[in-house]
């Protein structure tokens, strides 16, 4: 009886999503709330879901772009991202070391927080070998601190008076993953949206030659580098909606449609992260973490606003 109700509460929770009820943050805290109460029943296909969810929304949001804004805002985040992605890196070899953290542990966590979150740790992970445990402990992590960042850059965005421009791109740089960074400026702005949208899908191409890195760091052979390739399909659907390939109004369906599918992804996010996995990583992998997610903050909102 209490797997039947468990399973209706979490269909009824997607369909209010669905419905555009719920808002990025509630949907991504009854994520949390429901896999507390409930011990999420569908844990297992919530990560597929993730997985692909989050990039037909991407693709989605392409329908509602233009080719000249998204090459523009693309250029004017490029040094940024370059020297953010150099010094995160840099920081999160150093601290590995210093806190004697394990290395492959260690270098998920940096190029999850220095590049896309989840898609850099799933890119890099076969690259280095790494083990099932570790994997899942930087993930975890990783999306404890974006569950974080949903709810505080608002606020300071708006504490901050920072402007759509600014807070798209400071959301793109600084906040780990395209779920969160896409969830945290669809409450501040279609301009910020599409801004951060645009910067963090750039910035995952970064993860290219990243593994080529990692492959010499940890002397690796043989192991195929995974290329982000739905960024073309988002790239296609700005050519089409540049060009006015479709009409209006379906486009704009499409862009709703994928905002809806996001709100379900950040649900599903919620439901995936757990107390019990995070208390059994100790404090040291969470240092690293937090220590490099302020650094790239601060540093990223010093070089916007300067």
């Not at 029943?41 to 597929?48: A, G, I, N, R, V």
């Amino acid at each position: 009886m209490k797997d039947i109700f468990s399973k209706t509460v979490y269909v009824l929770i997607i369909t209010l999503a669905l419905l555009g009820v719920l808002n990025s943050p509630t949907a991504l805290l009854l994520g949390f709330v429901y896999t507390v109460i409930f011990n999420n029943p569908f844990k297992e296909y919530s990560h597929k879901a993730i997985h692909y969810f989050l990039k037909i929304s991407v693709v989605g949001l392409g329908f509602g772009m233009f080719i000249k804004e998204t090459l523009e805002t693309s250029k004017e985040g490029l040094s940024l991202t370059f020297y953010s992605i150099l010094l995160t890196v840099t920081l999160g070899l150093l601290l590995t070391k210093l806190l004697k953290l394990d290395l492959k542990l260690g270098h998920l966590i940096t190029s999850g927080t220095a590049i896309c979150g989840g898609s850099a740790i799933a890119a890099i992970s076969p690259v280095i070998k790494a083990k099932s445990k570790t994997i899942s402990i930087a993930l975890g992590i990783v999306f404890l601190l974006n569950s974080i960042a949903l709810f505080v850059f608002p606020a300071i965005g708006h504490f901050l008076s920072l402007t759509q421009e600014q807070f798209g791109l400071w959301c793109a740089i600084a906040i780990h993953d395209t779920s969160s960074v896409v969830g945290a400026a669809l409450g501040y702005g279609d301009e910020a949206l599409r801004i951060a949208t645009t910067v963090k899908l750039s910035r995952t191409l970064w993860i290219i030659p990243l593994s080529i890195f990692s492959m010499f760091l940890f002397k690796t052979k043989g192991e195929r580098i995974k290329i982000p390739y739905f960024i073309v399909l988002f790239i296609i659907a700005i050519l089409i909606n540049s060009y006015h390939m479709l009409p209006e109004t379906t486009t704009s369906l499409i862009v709703l449609m994928a905002k809806r599918l996001l709100i379900i992804t950040l649900f599903l996010v919620g439901s995936t992260i757990s107390i019990k996995d995070l208390k059994s990583t100790g404090m040291k992998p969470i240092v690293l973490a937090l220590t490099l997610w302020v650094f790239i903050s601060f540093f990223s909102l010093f070089y916007i606003l300067n």
